[in-house]
């Protein structure tokens, strides 16, 4: 079997640096990218959230109706009850990623999204970091760009490979090394999460405003998601995209996709919501 995982979609990225340990061993520090991989999901998801949608609208039992729904049935239906909020007729569907590539600042963000998520990430107490003759890293685009400032990023980093690999010599656990690591050293997951929970993250993730890096991500889970489910994802999105409105107010005003999409400017708080007259230059 095919590793998913495995490929040119998820080579390790760019050499920046190394670290010289005694004895002559040398670490390698990679760059890195975020990668996105779907690893299982429901089959004919599309056709599963039409199934639920159409119980809602039947006298007797979908167990009784003609099966399987043709796709312009299961199209008709999903944009039905989406489009109405009715989104609990999709939460039936569950995704699975594999994810890789990126930091512990971007999971950060990415394990607070809850209900319906599930997690497993990869422990930097039971993983001997010190076997291995590389350590990834993810680096900000605006410091990989220039070498001065990519020169000063890597400076602690090298400081605390270096530590690291001496305390675990030292038989110091990797359990108690590992508080040298900062928020730059990557980290792996797997990830779950029901299509409705997809939604809303990635109503929130793949808004311009969104940090950079779980935005980045969030966009490779939407690719993966509309290659499987396109009647599904094809409202995943900004608000200012699939709903004609951008809720940021102030914030949002700055924003070119404003101006592109046409989209209202409006404040979640609706005593300060913002009025936009004309398009934003």
Not at 234 to 249: H, L, N, R, S, V
Request: charged content about 20%; some cysteine.
């Amino acid at each position: 079997m095919t590793d998913p995982l495995a490929g040119l979609g998820t080579m390790r990225g760019r050499a920046v640096g190394s670290v010289p340990l005694p004895g002559g061993r040398e670490i390698t520090i990679y760059a890195v990218r975020p990668v996105a991989a779907l690893l299982a999901y429901v089959p004919d998801a599309d056709r599963l959230a039409a199934t639920a949608a159409r119980q809602c609208y039947t006298a007797g039992s979908i167990l009784d109706l003609p099966q399987p729904l043709p796709p312009k049935t299961t199209a008709r239906l999903v944009d039905k009850v989406v489009s109405a909020g009715h989104t609990s007729c999709i939460e039936h569907n569950q995704f699975v990623f594999g994810v890789r590539g990126i930091s512990r600042s971007c999971s950060h963000q990415l394990v607070r999204h809850r209900v319906g998520w599930s997690y497993e990430q990869q422990s930097q107490r039971y993983v001997d970091f010190a076997t291995q003759d590389f350590v990834e890293i993810v680096v900000p685009p605006t410091i990989l760009r220039i070498p001065p400032m990519l020169e000063a990023f890597l400076e602690p980093i090298r400081a605390a490979v270096r530590a690291y690999f001496l305390l675990r010599d030292e038989r110091v656990h990797q359990e108690d090394a590992r508080y040298l690591f900062n928020n730059a050293f990557e980290t792996k997951l797997i990830v779950s999460a029901n299509a409705r929970a997809l939604l809303h993250f990635l109503e929130l993730r793949t808004c311009n405003l969104a940090q950079w890096e779980i935005r980045w991500l969030a966009h490779l889970m939407r690719a993966e998601l509309v290659r499987v489910a396109p009647e599904i994802f094809k409202f995943a999105g900004p608000t200012c995209m699939t709903q004609g409105i951008c809720w940021e107010g102030a914030r949002g005003a700055k924003c070119p996709r404003l101006a592109a999409t046409g989209a209202e400017l409006r404040d979640r708080t609706p005593s300060t919501t913002v009025q936009r007259t004309s398009p934003v230059p």
